[in-house]
């Protein structure tokens, strides 16, 4: 078992950044695949970005180089570092957990961007 507790979602304006940190306890996820996914109103939820166990990446295409994943398996923490931030990436922000067929979810953190 996997607990993802996600945070630093908060109110911001265009333009400006936010830093998601998902801290992982129960197991050590150094051989997971972690993810970042959001859901806005009434759309379904989409990956935003991945980063597997060697430490390689993959983005979605609206990312558009904005946002970085990263993994600090010392810490049992991922990170989502958000810049550039548009009232279109206005969603709840999810941290994901997997390992071969398990998935394990946060609670979500708010992110809302708007002027």
Known sequence: QVQLVESGGGLVQPGESLRLSCAASGNRISGYRMGW????????????????????????????????????????????????????DTAVYYCNAHYIVV??????????VSS
């Open 103 to 112: 998935d394990y979810w946060g609670q979500g953190t708010r992110v809302t």
């Open 37 to 88: 996914y959001r859901q806005a109103p009434g759309k379904q939820r989409e990956l935003v970005a991945l980063v597997f166990s060697g430490g390689s990446t993959n983005y979605a295409d609206f990312v558009e180089g904005r946002f970085t994943i990263s993994r600090d398996n010392a810490k049992n923490t991922v990170y989502l570092q958000m810049n550039s931030l548009k009232p279109e």
